[in-house]
């Protein structure tokens, strides 16, 4: 069973560009998260989305984030314009929905650097 | 505010020499807590749950613990193969957003 993958596995960009990162979750999860790591600190919740629905978007640092998951498979996030202070390891995670399963399985990461 | 706390923030171990990575959490109404292995350009990648206090989980060498306000992620004679970092991760109450630590980068010399 394929595993989460993500893509790019690396994007350097200048400040003010925009840049799209894409997890695909493991087929048939329904729960997608999206999390960042900075450099030096731990990972951190950015959103949730349930099939097509974002469940909880509380973790989106500022409206330069936007995240979306049509149909309910793959999911984006988009950095528009990026800064500086965005750069880091974006992971994405996919899990059943199922109430009694709570593990969430990672994807390898995007690292981003803003310069 | 639910904390994670993790140490050492960093382990180096010779081949076979066994020692104990430590996960210390502040939270209200624990549910569960997550170990993770994270390699170098990897995500991280699910070890064990634990559940309550008293609990115990195995894997070939490594042996997670857990009280009510800690747990231990016990490495048995590591190879060089166990560095990794560690990362320790809480859910708490209601919430299925793991609340996660900094990691512990074990790296274990032949």
Partial sequence: EAGVTQFPSHSVIEKGQTVTLRCDPISGHDNLYWYRRVMGKEIKFLLHFVKESKQDESGMPNNRFLAERTGGTYSTLKVQPAELEDSGVYFCASSPLVSSQETQYFGPGTRLLVL | EDQVTQSPEALRLQEGESS???????????????????????????????????????????????????????????????????????????????????????????
């Fill in chain 2, 20 to 110: 104990s990575l430590n996960c210390s959490y502040t939270v209200s109404g624990l549910r569960g807590l997550f170990w993770y292995r994270q390699d170098p350009g990897k995500g991280p990648e699910f070890l064990f749950t634990l559940y309550s206090a008293g609990e115990e989980k195995e894997k070939e060498r490594l042996k997670a613990t857990l009280t009510k306000k800690e747990s231990f992620l016990h490495i048995t004679a590591p190879k060089p193969e166990d560095s990794a970092t560690y990362l320790c991760a809480v859910l708490t109450g209601g919430s299925y957003i793991p609340t996660f630590g900094r990691g512990t980068s074990l790296i274990v010399h032949p």
